[in-house]
């Protein structure tokens, strides 16, 4: 028996009315049985997801369909260059 954890199409991540994050997930059986569910994640529980996810993403290559947010930071300290500034 082996599961499946994916991200349902069409479902955006959505703040709930208590000021939480959800997270929409599909969980799959293999061969069987699937259901929708959600992930609630507080927004301070969020931003530690958002920084391990980061630092786990850091020095390899962006993906071309990566997201705008993904494209603006992939970049090492040392490369990195400030426009703009005065």
Do not use: F, Y
């Amino acid at each position: 028996m082996s599961w499946t954890v994916e991200r349902p199409p069409g479902r955006p991540v959505r703040r709930t009315d208590d000021n939480h994050l959800a997270v929409p997930l599909r969980l799959s059986l293999t061969g069987g049985h699937s259901t929708d569910t959600e992930l609630t994640l507080t927004l301070t529980e969020a931003e530690h997801l958002h920084a391990a996810l980061c630092r786990a993403l850091d020095g390899g290559p962006t993906p071309p369909a990566a997201p705008d947010c993904r494209q603006s930071v992939q970049a090492s300290p040392g490369a990195a260059h400030i426009v703009g500034r005065a």
